[in-house]
C-alpha cells in the first residue's frame, strides 16, 4: 500500500468505510429486532412498572374504634369481620391476573401456590388479594387435617394421651399431614404485611400469630 497511488488508497479507503457503515446498520437492526423480542417476552405488567409497588399493608378499623390498626385474620369468621372494614379495600395493589404465594408457616417446609384475580381480572386489588391468601390458608389446614393420622390437638393433650399428664403447653401439637403443621392453628394467625420478591416474582406473606 506504501507505493500504491493515492488514488487507488483514497478509493480503498472509502470502500472500506462504506462496508463498515453497512455492518453498523446491520449489527444495530438485529440488536433493536432481539431487544424487541425480549420485551414481548416480558409479562406486559413488568415493562413499564413493577408488579407490586413495595409493601402492601393490610389493616382494619373496628367501626367503633377507628383509629385501632388490626391485622386481618386469616379462618372465614375473622375475614368476614375484617374485610368490611379493610383500609383502602379496592386499591389496585398488583397489577397481574395471577401471581405466585409463598406459604410457609406455620408449616414444615414452604409451598408455593398460584393465586388468581377473581372474575378473569386482570389485576387484584387489596381485599381480592387478601382474600386469595386466606383461602389458600383456608384449604391448607383442610387438606393437612384431613391427611393426618395424629389428631389436631394441643402439645398438653397429646402429652396427656400418652401418659404424661406434667405438661401444660397449649401449643398446636404437629401433624403428619402434607404440610406438617405445628406450634398454631388457623385462628392463631394474622396477616398483616405482603411483599413482592422481584427476583422469585413471588408474594412473601407476612404472618404473625
Given at each position: 500500500l506504501d507505493s500504491a497511488h493515492p488514488c487507488a488508497i483514497s478509493s480503498m479507503r472509502a470502500w472500506?468505510?462504506?462496508?463498515?457503515?453497512?455492518?453498523?446498520?446491520?449489527?444495530?437492526?438485529?440488536v433493536g429486532a432481539t431487544e424487541r423480542s425480549l420485551v414481548r417476552c416480558i409479562p406486559r405488567s413488568t415493562q413499564s412498572a413493577p408488579v407490586v409497588d413495595?409493601?402492601?399493608?393490610?389493616?382494619?378499623?373496628?367501626p367503633d374504634k377507628p383509629d385501632l390498626q388490626l391485622a386481618v385474620g386469616l379462618t372465614p369468621g375473622l375475614m368476614a369481620r375484617a374485610l368490611?372494614?379493610?383500609?383502602?379495600?379496592?386499591?389496585?395493589?398488583?397489577?397481574?391476573?395471577?401471581?405466585?404465594?409463598v406459604?410457609?408457616?406455620?408449616?414444615?417446609?414452604?409451598?408455593?401456590?398460584?393465586?388468581?384475580?377473581?372474575?378473569?381480572?386482570?389485576?387484584?386489588?387489596?381485599?381480592?388479594?387478601?382474600?386469595?391468601?386466606a383461602r389458600e390458608y383456608q384449604r391448607i389446614y383442610i387438606e393437612e387435617e384431613a391427611g393426618s393420622s395424629l389428631p389436631v390437638e394441643s402439645v398438653g393433650e397429646r402429652a396427656a394421651r400418652n401418659g404424661n399428664s406434667n405438661v401444660l403447653v397449649i401449643n398446636r401439637a404437629r401433624t403428619d399431614g402434607p404440610y406438617g403443621i405445628s406450634m398454631h392453628g388457623l385462628e392463631d394467625l394474622v396477616l398483616h404485611t405482603i411483599q413482592y420478591d422481584p427476583t422469585s416474582r413471588a408474594l412473601i406473606l407476612g404472618i404473625d400469630s
Open positions: 472500506t468505510e462504506a462496508r463498515l457503515g453497512d455492518a453498523r446498520a446491520w449489527l444495530q437492526s438485529v413495595g409493601d402492601i399493608n393490610v389493616r382494619w378499623s373496628p368490611p372494614h379493610l383500609n383502602a379495600p379496592d386499591e389496585v395493589v398488583v397489577r397481574a391476573p395471577e401471581i405466585q404465594c406459604i410457609d408457616y406455620p408449616l414444615d417446609e414452604e409451598h408455593t401456590v398460584t393465586l388468581k384475580a377473581p372474575d378473569g381480572a386482570k389485576a387484584f386489588t387489596r381485599s381480592a388479594l387478601v382474600q386469595a391468601i
